[in-house]
DNA sequence: TGGATTTGACCTTC
DNA sequence: GAAGGTCAAATCCA
């Protein structure tokens, strides 16, 4: 243990010493500059969540999964924490079904007087909201903001639980493709050779992955995915803070063993890719000609 | 004014 | 026919 806590605190350093120079009078714009050390930063949080995996250090209390039959896979994000800020954001149990969809209970987040489920890193649109039979709650319904520009279809129910309103249950179906493409737009420098194979891998099912062919992809989220760990499975999801909460969240990839980045990392990105989450955006990521490809 | 949400109606499945 | 899922017009909001 006293190993994976000395590759998370040599990390941490090393994105204390990025946030540093990034601080100083001389900061270093070049974006070679800033994909070195983010890779450098993110290779050091790998290896210290390919420890912990390895170690088999988490457990899955069975009354926290929903509808999961003994056997079945568990995805190893299960159980993880986030701390952004001041807010700490558990999740609390994850279930892969093998016919797509992923059901994952999430405690509510107290944003005023209101109570929501956090935000899951995804950028996502209501279009419907039903009463659910024997349910006291309505199932509200989501899918991807991007489906118009990528034809993502990934969707999410969202249902508060009767035996405990203060949880969530959220279904995900479908894969997001607008994570996918294998096409950079804004950062040229940023192909796959750059920044490593990773880009390519968060296809792990082949079932969505690359079907939009050459559709235009955000190479800000390509790049926070990497950024992020996000070699494998982009349905595995974390509950980052929600700042505002609601489903105008902000793009946040994440990493099969759940985790969350160092704060400074994660700060970085935001300030970098901070313009890609929202559909609204797209004007900023996109020229005319691009979204038009 | 454009994007997101609400909500009644419609569609699909069993 | 009932229930779940989706559509789309109306409405809200920044």
Redesign the pocket.
Known sequence: MDNILSQVFDACRLARELESNLRRANVPTDPHYLLGSCKEIAGAFNEAIHRLLAGNLFSYPSQMLSGEAPGSRLDPGAGEGSSRGTELIVTTGIARRDNGTVTRRVPALRTGNMEMPPDDGYTW??????D??NSRFP?S?YRC?HRSYYGCEA?K?VQRLDDDPNMFEVIYCGTHTCQTSPTPILIPTLVPSAIGNNINDNDDDGGGGHQQGASPQSASIQLRNWLEGNPRNTRTLLVPQSGAG???SRQVGQQPGGRDMDDSVAELADAMFNSAS???SMDAIFSPRQRSL
């Open positions: 649109r209501k279009y419907g909201q039903k659910i039979l199932r319904y903001t969707k129910k609601g489903s105008t929202s559909g609204s």
